[in-house]
């Protein structure tokens, strides 16, 4: 499903993680390692969002230098600390991401309801909380037909019930084919999730794990 070859990614010339030839399959898998370890670099990198050297292949086709509009349809991303417009209201940049993912706006709808947000969708973003913004960029992971959603500490900033309406989004859309990696100090809980395995991210290299 996603493949990573000859990966370096550098920060002022100094060589902060390193992946020769990485593959994993489809499935739900948990990013873990210690601060600093190149967690979100990896999950940025696969997004599309950072420069690196090498490539990232998805689905043993879609390369994501040489066909990054297809690839980037495919692949959606939700930030550790979501920062948006201040100007814009929540029910606008669900707009704005459908519209780039050519998704209808009313999908967002039922996310919405479940994490009740109703009541603060069409204020502006510089009145939310930090919870109401992990919220909203929960949301926007999960617009459009992503085949693959990555998660960079979804559970930070989430309260109980709202974590259970997550896992039960995941569970959801992994049951029509998506694909997830989620980073995250915290341990997801086993029961809620069906883990395929963990990325264990250590030492600029990345290594897989098995239940």
Not at 61 to 70: G, S
Request: proline fraction near 5%.
């Amino acid at each position: 499903m996603l493949q990573i070859k000859q990966f370096r990614k550098f920060y002022h010339h100094r060589l902060v993680l390193s992946v020769s030839d990485f593959s994993i399959g489809p499935g739900i898998y948990w990013v873990k390692g210690a601060n600093g370890s190149g967690k979100s670099t990896l999950l940025r990198s696969i997004a599309g969002i950072l420069h690196f050297e090498g490539d990232i292949l998805l689905h043993n086709k879609l390369m994501l230098k040489k066909h990054t509009r297809a690839y980037r349809s495919e692949v959606n991303f939700a930030e550790a600390e979501p920062v948006f417009p201040p100007y814009l209201s929540g029910q606008e940049m669900i707009a704005l991401f459908a519209s780039a993912k050519n998704a209808a706006a009313t999908q967002a709808e039922q996310y919405i309801d479940s994490m009740q947000m109703q009541t603060y969708i069409k204020d502006p973003l510089n009145t939310y909380s930090s919870g109401m913004l992990k919220k909203l960029s929960l949301v926007l992971a999960f617009i459009g037909k992503p085949s693959l959603v990555l998660l960079d500490e979804p559970l930070i900033t989430m309260d109980g019930p709202s974590l259970r309406v997550l896992y039960s989004w995941i569970r959801e859309s992994r049951e029509q084919g998506v694909s997830f990696l989620l980073s995250s100090h915290q341990s997801p809980e086993e029961q809620a999730l069906p883990m395929t395995a963990s990325l264990l991210v250590e030492a600029q290299t990345l290594k897989l794990e098995t239940p």
